[in-house]
C-alpha cells in the first residue's frame, strides 16, 4: 500500500509573510479545521479513535469529543463504530467523512493560494 501524505498538527511557518486557518463552522461552533480534519485522517489510517488520539498525544476523551461533535453537526455520520470480528470492533470513516477530508483539503489549497496572491500586493 502506498504511503499516505500526513499532515502533522501544527502547519510550516514561512519566514515572512501572510499565514491563516480555516475552518468550517457548525450549528455548535466548529465543525471542521485543520486539527479535526487530521483526527479524521488518523482514525482512517488506525481504524481506532484511540489510536489516532495517541498519535497526536491527544487525550481519547478529547478526540472522542471533537469526533462526536462532528457526527452532531453533519447531515450525516462521518465516522462509525466497527462491531465484532476476528480482531474486535473499531472505527471507521464513512464515505461523508471521506468527502469531508477532501472538501477541507480543497478549501484549504484554495485559501493557501489567496494568501499568496494577496501576499503578492504588499
Known sequence: MPKK????????????GFR???????S??????????VLLERIREYGSITKAAKSMEMSYRHA????????????KPIVEAVTGGRGGGGTRLTEEGEKAIKLFWKFHADFQDFL????KKL
Open 64 to 75: 472522542w469529543e471533537l469526533v462526536d461533535s462532528i457526527n452532531r453537526q453533519s447531515g
Open 20 to 26: 491563516g486557518r480555516i475552518w468550517i463552522d457548525g
Open 5 to 16: 501524505k500526513k499532515h502533522s498538527c501544527k502547519e510550516q511557518k514561512s519566514s515572512a
Open 116 to 119: 499568496k496572491s494577496e501576499e
Open 28 to 37: 455548535e461552533g466548529t465543525f471542521l479545521g485543520y486539527g479535526r480534519i
